[in-house]
């Protein structure tokens, strides 16, 4: 158990639907990183936050987007769903000190239908 | 492109052998080399390594980083039926601590 924790853990929606996942990160930890991995593309970086600012994007779509909140946890909004998108959902969290040693939740896996 | 090549994509051995996984990296600003190991869940992490030619070292696994060649290896020793795993290889970028990510390898250990 790394100590981020992610809901829902399962997700099934129809096309066009709107998503909300969730994620908190390890205690003391202030960056958050979402990941999107699908069986055809592998691990993908979607976006990094820091402290509740966003640092850095990835291959995130417009229809994607994220927040970091006072308390630190963290939610990606998935909009406007597609097939495409069903996938694992991964969020992870690193100290400042180390923001390379990134440790991942659970993942919530989404499945649009 | 940034990009990181591991292979093989996939390995199937026998338990006791020696497996050594390979990942080799073309980025513009390298800052670290990870590897991670992925059973069916969440990727959790093995090594970090910075430096040229310091083996990193965690009971029967081991790394070590060739920033001239721009590679890397796993070494797995001993081999178990629980190191079947999908182990993966990730390159820090300087720039905003993004990590990019390699394909995978699968792992397969059979008794």
């Known amino acids: 158990d790394s100590g981020v924790t992610q809901t829902p853990k399962h997700l099934i929606t129809a096309t066009g639907q709107r998503v909300t996942l969730r994620c908190s990160p390890r205690?003391?930890?202030?960056?958050v990183y979402w990941y999107q991995q699908s069986l055809d593309q592998g691990l993908q970086f979607l976006i990094h936050?820091?402290?509740?600012?966003?640092?850095a994007k990835g291959n995130i779509l417009e229809r994607f987007s994220a927040q970091q909140f006072p308390d630190l946890h963290s939610e990606l909004n998935l909009s406007s769903l597609e097939l495409g998108d069903s996938a694992l959902y991964f969020c992870?969290?690193?100290?400042?000190?180390?923001?390379?040693?990134?440790?991942f939740g659970p993942g919530t896996r989404l499945t649009v239908t | 492109e940034d990009k990181v090549v591991q292979s093989p994509l996939s390995l199937v051995v026998h338990e006791g052998d020696t497996v050594t996984l390979n990942c080799s990296y073309e980025?513009?600003?390298?800052?670290?080399l990870l590897w991670y190991k992925q059973e069916k869940k969440a990727p959790t992490f093995l090594f970090m390594l910075?430096?040229s030619g310091i083996e990193k070292k965690s009971g029967r696994l081991s790394s070590i980083l060739d920033k001239k060649e721009l590679f890397s290896i796993l070494n797995i020793t001993a081999t178990q039926t629980g190191d079947s795993a999908v182990y993966l290889c990730?390159?820090?970028?300087?720039?905003?601590?993004?990590?990019?990510w390699g394909a995978g390898t699968k792992l397969i250990i059979k008794p």
């Open positions: 992870a969290s690193s100290v400042a000190s180390s923001p390379y040693e990134q440790y």
């Open positions: 205690s003391g930890d202030l960056s």
């Open positions: 936050y820091y402290n509740g600012e966003e640092r």
């Open positions: 980025v513009t600003n390298f800052r670290s």
């Open positions: 910075t430096s």
């Open positions: 990730a390159v820090g970028l300087d720039s905003n601590y993004q990590l990019i």
